[in-house]
């Protein structure tokens, strides 16, 4: 057995071999280019530290910043046809669903919960723009009429956030047909007198816009969000003019009437906590009491 070459060698040769990095490791922030830790970045609520640029959040990721002690109870969403229309483009619908549920971990484009946010009962809703762009299908929208049915069944508040690309081509009429379903169980939650509050993350666009997510007590956005019915590309075609420089955006409709307020997603929390407090007119929050600081002896 020659040792130097088949014990010292291997060992030198694993030693400088090429290490592989994860692939998310470093992310660029998408408005200057700037390379962040991932970890920087997930520690920050998916903000980047440098620009503010609000990335994405899963859904997952969005309850548990939400709710106290990241606990809460899944609400079941009612069952649907897997595929009513048979519909097949590149690939079967059937196909693209599995594929986003393999991906996400969730069955549809959005999740529910319930539980306490800062003390105060809620049920949360939130979209999820990486199971096919957020679209509104049939799942969709019976979870968002389910999460407006148990808001109304344990008189809390709901909370909704929007996060999408439209209603669901492969679903046809059935999709569109969400539009005024959502909007009727808003008016139950309404009628019902308890707040009905909308988050809009980047984007929030077609029919989701055309229905509720249009459609709360309050309307915040998270900064630069995208926000609008048909892309601002499509307007400049259809209407031959250049828009304002950042039309569409949070900032642009905070400041012309449609979107109450911009929010920074750290703020996020308890402005919702506060406003949950403010529009069932819960008793505040009580203060921590700070214990006496000992006399230095």
Same mark, same amino acid.
């Given at each position: 057995m020659n040792w130097i070459?088949? @014990? @010292?060698?291997? +060992? !030198?040769?694993n030693y400088f071999a090429r290490r592989d990095t994860p692939e998310n490791l470093w992310i660029k922030c998408p408005e200057t280019g700037q390379l962040v830790f991932y970890k920087d970045v997930?520690?920050? &609520?998916? @903000? !980047?530290? #440098?620009?503010?640029?609000?990335?994405?959040?899963g859904a997952m990721m969005? %309850?548990?910043?939400?709710?106290?002690?990241?606990?809460?109870f899944d609400i079941a969403i009612p069952a649907v046809p897997l595929d009513p229309l048979r519909f097949r483009d590149e690939l079967r619908y059937a196909d693209r669903l599995k594929d986003a549920r393999a991906k996400t971990g969730?069955?549809?484009?959005? +999740? %529910?919960?319930?539980?306490?946010?800062? #003390?105060?009962p809620v049920v949360i809703g939130v979209q999820d723009f990486d199971f096919m762009g957020g679209s509104l299908g049939m799942a969709a929208?019976?979870? =968002? !009429? +389910? #999460?407006?049915?148990?808001? @109304?069944?344990?008189? $809390?508040?709901? !909370?909704?956030?929007?996060?999408? #690309?439209?209603?669901?081509? &492969?679903?046809?009429?059935?999709? %569109?047909? &969400?539009?005024?379903? $959502?909007?009727?169980?808003v008016q139950m939650l309404r009628e019902a007198r308890r707040p009905y509050i909308v988050v809009l993350?980047?984007?929030? *666009?077609?029919? =989701? *816009?055309?229905s509720y997510a249009m459609l709360g007590d309050v309307h915040i956005a998270e900064p630069g969000a995208l926000i609008g019915f048909a892309g601002p590309r499509v307007i400049e075609q259809t209407i031959r003019e250049k828009l304002p420089d950042g039309f569409q955006r949070a900032e642009y409709l905070r400041d012309h009437g449609m979107v109450d307020m911009v929010v920074n997603r750290g703020d996020l929390r308890p402005t919702l906590a506060n406003l949950c407090r403010l529009? *069932?007119?819960a008793r505040p929050?009580?203060?921590v009491e700070k214990l006496p600081v000992p006399a230095a002896g």
């Open positions: 070459s088949n @014990v @010292v060698r291997p +060992k !030198i040769r997930e520690a920050n &609520q998916f @903000v !980047i530290p #440098g620009s503010n640029y609000h990335m994405r959040m969005r %309850l548990k910043s939400m709710f106290d002690n990241e606990t809460w969730t069955n549809d484009a959005i +999740k %529910l919960g319930f539980g306490k946010l800062d #003390g105060l929208g019976e979870a =968002v !009429i +389910k #999460g407006l049915e148990t808001a @109304v069944d344990k008189g $809390t508040p709901f !909370i909704m956030f929007a996060a999408s #690309g439209g209603a669901r081509m &492969q679903e046809g009429i059935f999709s %569109l047909m &969400q539009l005024p379903r $959502t909007t009727l169980a993350t980047n984007p929030t *666009t077609g029919g =989701v *816009t055309a529009l *069932t007119k929050k009580p203060p």
